[in-house]
């Protein structure tokens, strides 16, 4: 079998070619548009798709350099952070509290559900936890620690493998479900975005022409932010404490943003939500073109069953439970498609999910802040604490 060896910048740039696919399918596809499906799940997929098959058929496999998917990421989330003013966030700190109990409860389900089906077909339950909440809320970082431990001191054989499949399952379906289930949502309760969010999201963004010094400026405040964040994951990192690598460029970017606004400062937000929109669908075609699809053809029919239903569980609990309980407005028909994102795939294509519908229906700013909180932050912790009482339950 050839090996082709791609560098950052080759890897790059097929990222960017299978984010034009995408773009170019959905132009042409009145389904894709129709559910919000995103351009850079349907690009990088088609990329994965097509590497797998060089694969099996044992012609050629790439192995991609992923250092500039991991600065796009960087940078989105770091765009995050200053889309957070605290005036349109007014109610976003029940909104965190109430998601997270939500999806705390989604992924007890999940792993009760998975030790569940696990033993009635014949497998060890503590595989369930692998096709449950360590793959699917977790991802594949999650995954990856948790499967090889599964193995190494539970003795519980191929879980390292299954869970990194399980979680390769999930990021490939959940730009799938979130679209739709959202559409029917916001189209059947007629609902529409909150007219203040609206007016302000048109203060920050005006129908203006391009202006290279904003631009430049969003990206070397951009830049700072995300250099001043490695410091206080650094810092939490050498107290014991874990957080993501993208954390701490959020959370500068978030004090700057409402320092700014405090002292009467205009930042280059219309600049830095458009350079946070460019890293997330290069970040997340990238992500998605680089994923080995066939190590999903080493789960057994039992696994697969599984995860199918697993799949169910997640579309109907976001579209019954997180729409119901989060208010039944709009900002909640936001959550149903970033719920189905994060819930099987992880905060990327919770947000691409999102963007997908904001592009049709408008914004939802207070989501689009507490996402990337519960579904990269709180919903680990929590994760962690339920899988070790499985774990020893089990």
């Known amino acids: ?29 009145e389904t894709l548009r129709r559910f919000c499906i995103p351009a850079a799940v349907v690009g990088g997929l088609v990329l994965a798709l097509a590497n797998s098959v060089m694969h099996i058929t ?30 349109m966030l007014k109610t976003g700190g029940k909104l965190v509290i109430v998601l997270l109990v939500l999806v705390s409860v989604l992924l007890v389900f999940q792993d009760v559900i998975g030790a ?29 620690t948790y499967g090889e431990q599964l193995v190494e001191e539970f003795g519980v054989l191929n879980a390292d493998t299954a869970a990194i499949a399980a979680a390769t399952f999930g990021l490939a379906v959940s730009g799938f479900i979130g679209g739709p289930l959202s559409k029917r949502l916001v189209e059947k309760n007629n609902l529409r975005p909150d007219e203040e969010d609206i007016l302000i999201e048109q ?10 010094n904003h631009f430049l400026l969003a990206l070397l405040l951009m830049a700072v932010c995300i250099g001043a964040g490695t410091y206080i994951v650094s810092f939490s990192k050498s107290m014991g404490v874990t957080l993501p690598v993208y954390l701490g460029a959020m959370l500068v970017a978030l004090v700057v943003r409402n320092v700014a606004d405090y002292k009467g400062v205009n930042l280059p937000i219309r600049e830095i939500n458009t350079l946070g929109w460019i890293s997330l669908s290069m970040f997340l075609s990238m992500a998605l073109m680089v994923t080995k699809l ?17 799949t169910a569980v997640v579309a109907l609990f976001a579209y019954y ?7 039944r407005n709009y900002e909640s028909a936001a959550l149903v498609t970033a719920t189905c994102g994060f819930g099987l795939g992880a905060t990327p294509n919770a947000v691409a999910n999102m963007e997908a519908l904001f592009s049709k229906y408008g914004v939802a700013p207070k989501a689009y802040f507490v996402v990337p909180l519960v579904g990269s932050v709180f919903i680990d912790l929590v994760n962690t604490a339920f899988l070790t009482v499985f774990l020893n339950i089990l």
Not at 117 to 132: Q, S, V
């Open 1 to 29: 079998m050839l090996e082709i060896n791609l560098d950052m910048y080759q890897t790059a740039a097929l990222g960017a070619l299978a984010l034009a696919l995408g773009l170019f399918l959905v132009s042409r596809s």
């Open 58 to 87: 044992e012609i050629a496999e790439f192995d991609f350099d992923e250092t500039l998917k991991n600065v796009f990421m960087m940078a989105f989330f770091c765009s995050v952070g200053f889309m957070a003013s605290f005036r």
């Open 203 to 212: 203060e920050e963004n005006p129908e203006t022409g391009v202006d290279n």
């Open 321 to 327: 439970v997180i729409f119901r309980g989060t208010g």
């Open 116 to 144: 569940a089906l696990c033993t009635a077909f014949g497998l060890d339950p503590k595989m369930g936890l692998a096709l449950g909440s360590i793959s699917l809320v977790g991802g594949h970082g999650t995954a990856a």
């Open 294 to 310: 066939w190590q999903l053809a080493d789960l057994a029919v039992k696994m697969v069953a599984i995860l199918l239903v697993q």
